[in-house]
């Protein structure tokens, strides 16, 4: 009975070492095919400056999608715009094909773009003079000769701002991607219009909402080539969040709209009419320069905001102006006459104004009479 026992601890022992060393091997065989077949493809490529098709004549079909996650800034003074994405890629390379019979059933690796031909797509209205910034990421290769490639992206664009409406503004820019070195004829641009170029990864960042993009493949026509180039026209439509600006501009600037006008409520005897008519022009200037703070220095329409708080400041300006004149004419005591601008300006007529001198001329005599 012991020699049984030591007997199948032998031969369990024994299996367990053969499935291990098995195991081993498929794991080792499988790791020298990837990397056997890596150094082969690199070694029998070429030039990666070459399109990858067999025949010249056949333009190289690109999909191409750029998913927007974050706006990281959006520079309204310069009328710039910062973009965080997801980019892919994807194309069918004919150099690099093989049998996966030949490789222990192996189908697709994970390649370094660099090794290969790439479509060299550019950000058109870059103002940055890498154009895109992009991570170190390698692509996976199919046996068929399909290549998707992801990638992060960081973009920064021109974009014209509209702040007519501001703030409750919508702003459209436009991102537009194109290879600068093949036309229509060497590279063909593709939307994809499935799930994966759809879903929604926006980041809110408290400021900006996407409200939509829209993408459209366009073919345009330069004076420098046969061919027209293709292109990828994205729309981005976004909203800014209002509330901000309406709790600590709009409402201030209206409420002081209103008490300007208490302005001429406030009794001559009071002697503060001219300062609260001078408190509330300062407040507007202060608003004033707030607003244009914030607002680009050229646009091609003026925010009516703006135009509200230059038509708040001359109207400020008039309550002071004319709280001095009316305290100068009170404080005259009937003694003399209004200027005749004045009276002009008030619609006084002749009649009124030889009355007033009688009534002056009357005053001036009883005074007389009582110091007698």
């Not at 697709?108 to 031909?117: F, G, L, R």
């Not at 991570?135 to 068929?144: C, G, I, R, V």
């Not at 914030?294 to 001359?314: A, D, K, R």
Request: net charge negative.
């Amino acid at each position: 009975m012991w020699k049984s026992g030591l007997e199948n601890t032998i031969l369990i022992t024994l299996a367990a070492i053969v499935f291990i060393q098995d195991k081993g091997h498929c794991f080792v065989k499988y790791e020298s095919a990837s990397k056997n077949l890596s150094e082969y493809l690199s070694a029998h490529y070429g030039s990666t400056s070459i399109r990858p098709v067999r025949d010249p004549s056949q333009p190289v079909l690109v999909n191409f999608r750029v998913l927007i996650s974050q706006i990281i800034e959006f520079d309204e003074r310069k009328q710039h715009i910062n973009i965080d994405g997801w980019r892919r890629q994807d194309w069918r390379d004919e150099f690099l094909q093989w049998d996966p019979a030949d490789y222990g059933g192996l189908e697709s690796i994970t390649y370094n773009p660099e090794n290969a031909w790439t479509p060299n797509i550019q950000f058109i209205e870059s103002v940055d003079k890498d154009f895109i910034s992009i991570s170190d990421t390698h692509a996976t290769l199919y046996y068929d000769g399909r290549i998707t490639w992801f990638t992060p992206l960081v973009m920064t664009g021109a974009c014209q701002v509209e702040i007519r409406y501001f703030p409750f503004d919508l702003q459209t820019c436009k991102m537009t991607f194109m290879s600068w070195l093949y036309d229509s004829s060497g590279l063909v641009l593709h939307l994809p219009t499935d799930e994966d170029a759809s879903q929604n990864v926006f980041l809110q960042n408290g400021v900006w909402s996407l409200e939509q993009v829209v993408g459209e493949v366009q073919n345009k026509t330069y004076a420098c080539c046969e061919y027209p180039f293709s292109q990828i026209v994205y729309e981005l439509t976004l909203r800014r969040s209002y509330l901000f600006y309406l709790l600590n501009i709009i409402l201030p600037s209206g409420l002081l709209a209103i008490i300007n006008c208490l302005v001429f409520l406030l009794p001559s005897e009071s002697g503060e009419r001219v300062q609260f008519a001078v408190a509330n022009l300062l407040a507007a200037l202060l608003f004033q320069q707030l607003i244009g703070g914030i607002m680009p220095p050229l646009g091609n329409e003026l925010p009516l905001i703006g135009l509200f708080l230059v038509y708040m400041v001359l109207t400020n300006c008039f309550g002071v102006t004319s709280s001095i004149v009316i305290l100068r004419c009170y404080h005259q005591c009937g003694e003399k006459a209004p200027p005749l601008c004045l009276r002009r300006l008030c619609f006084i007529k002749r009649d009124n104004e030889s009355a007033l001198k009688r009534r002056t001329n009357l005053k001036i005599g009883e005074s007389s009479q009582t110091v007698s």
